[in-house]
C-alpha cells in the first residue's frame, strides 16, 4: 500500500477504505489496517490473475483466429479424443450449453476453418461423430496446451492444503450470488 496508511492508486478501486469508507457495504471493524492490507493484496492478485487469464485467451483465440465458443468446443473434442470418447453435435451442445442451431453454425465455422471433421457415428448409423483434425490439435496444444501445463505447474507448487485453501476460496468466490 501506499505511505501513511493511504493505499497505492492502482489498490484505490479494491481497498474498501477507499471505496466504501462509511463501511455501509464493507464491515472491518474488527480488522485492523495489516488484515484490510492483506485482503487488498488478495484481490489485487486475484484481479492481476484475471486480468493475464483474458490476455492469455484473446491471443490464443486469435492465434487460432477463433471465438471462446470455439476454443471451448476444441478443447473438449481433444479431451474426448484422449478418454476415446465418441462425441456428438448433440453432446457438444450439451457440453456447450448452446442451442442445436447454434452448434450447427459452430462447427460449420471450425469445419470450414479445418479444425474439425463429421464423420459417420461408429455405432449409430443416425448419429455423426466430431473429431478435431491432426493439424489444429498440434496447433492447440502448442500454443494453448503449454499455457495451461505452466498453471498446472504453478498450482502443483503448491502444498495439499495451499490448494485445498484456494480451492475453496475460488468456490466461494463462483458460488456469490450476482448481485
Known sequence: MGTDRTPAPQAWM???RVID???ELVNRSTMDDA????????????RAWSDAEQKMSR?????????????????????SRNVDAVVTPGMLAETLQISSAS?????????????????????????????????TRTDARESVGRSHARRFEAAAKLSPAERDVVVRFLTDLSELPDR
Open 35 to 46: 488484515e484490510v492490507d492483506s485482503v487488498v493484496r488478495v484481490l489485487a492478485a486475484l
Open 103 to 135: 452448434t450447427t453454425k459452430l462447427l460449420d465455422r471450425l469445419e470450414n476453418a479445418g479444425h474439425i471433421q463429421r464423420s459417420p457415428h461408429p455405432t449409430d448409423r443416425r448419429a455423426l461423430m466430431i473429431t478435431v483434425t491432426d493439424a
Open 21 to 23: 469508507p462509511s463501511q
Open 59 to 79: 491471443a490464443s483465440q486469435k492465434h487460432m483466429k477463433l471465438n471462446a465458443t470455439d476454443m471451448k468446443a476444441l478443447r473438449f473434442l481433444m479431451a
Open 14 to 16: 479494491l481497498d474498501p
